[in-house]
Nanobody, 123 residues
Framework: QVHVAESGGGSVQAGGFLRLSCAPSEYTADRYAWGWFRQAPGNGREGIASILRDGSTIYADSVKGRFTISQNNAKTMLYLQMNILKPEDTAIYYC?????????????????WGQGTQVTVSS
């Protein structure tokens, strides 16, 4: 079982930035795509960014041009740089892994995901 821990959430004003980190107990990039989901109160889960081991990335339109997903050279950590944050970005952000690229084209829950980290953007 792969355990996933997200960190880096917080409260910022609109226009600000945050960097989320994800530390899986095993970065299974050779078998799965990794990425980030978010869920705002009253909303369903939204896939926003996904990455493959070779560095290929896909973004949801809602974050394209503002968010950047990346992995470290050792392929042990995953990051989400979030710039020009908007109040509508307020959500719990989850790091996850699954067999589909991007992650959100697979139905059901990802194979692995963490407890999430809260991001709050005030206007």
């Amino acid at each position: 079982q792969v355990h996933v821990a997200e960190s880096g959430g917080g409260s910022v004003q609109a226009g600000g930035f945050l960097r989320l980190s994800c530390a899986p107990s095993e970065y299974t990039a050779d078998r799965y795509a990794w990425g980030w989901f978010r869920q705002a109160p009253g909303n369903g889960r939204e896939g926003i960014a996904s990455i493959l081991r070779d560095g290929s990335t896909i973004y949801a339109d809602s974050v394209k041009g503002r968010f950047t997903i990346s992995q470290n050279n050792a392929k042990t950590m995953l990051y989400l740089q979030m710039n020009i944050l908007k109040p509508e970005d307020t959500a719990i952000y989850y790091c996850a892994a699954g067999p589909c690229f991007p992650l959100w084209v697979c139905s059901g829950d990802p194979n692995y995901w963490g407890q999430g980290t809260q991001v709050t953007v005030s206007s």
